[in-house]
């Protein structure tokens, strides 16, 4: 079982950029591929980024590819997401989320997730 918990959101101007970090709980944090995803108001939770266990691999969505960064530092048991250039419409709760295994995109396969933190990017 792993807790998640997610910091480093805020208000920021379009162009600017966060780094969200997501810590978590317990002695088997390298066993678990890591996701974050997002949901605006009135949409579906999307995902945003994935990262495999060792960190070895990671994947990201078409619409913040080139701009957000995934990593992990399985040694301090956190996770993060770099996030630059950003835009209005990144403007979002943003979830750090677990699971065994592999990584995968869909929110369904992850059990473990964090309380969510919200960006938003002004125009």
């Known amino acids: 079982q792993v807790q998640l918990v997610e910091s480093g959101g805020g208000l920021v101007q379009a162009g600017g950029s966060l780094r969200l970090s997501c810590a978590a709980s317990g002695r088997t944090f390298s066993t678990y591929a890591m996701g974050w995803f997002r949901q605006a108001p009135g949409k579906e939770r999307e995902f945003v980024s994935g990262i495999s266990r060792t960190g070895g691999g990671t994947y990201y969505a078409d619409s913040v590819k080139g701009r957000f960064t995934i990593s992990r530092d399985n040694a301090k048991n956190t996770a993060f997401l770099q996030m630059n250039s950003l835009k209005p419409e990144d403007t979002a709760v943003y979830y750090c989320?677990?699971?065994?295994?592999?990584?995968?995109?869909?929110?369904?396969?992850?059990?473990?997730w964090g309380q969510g933190t919200q960006v938003t990017v002004s125009s």
């Open positions: 989320a677990a699971r065994p295994g592999l990584m995968t995109t869909d929110p369904n396969d992850y059990g473990y």
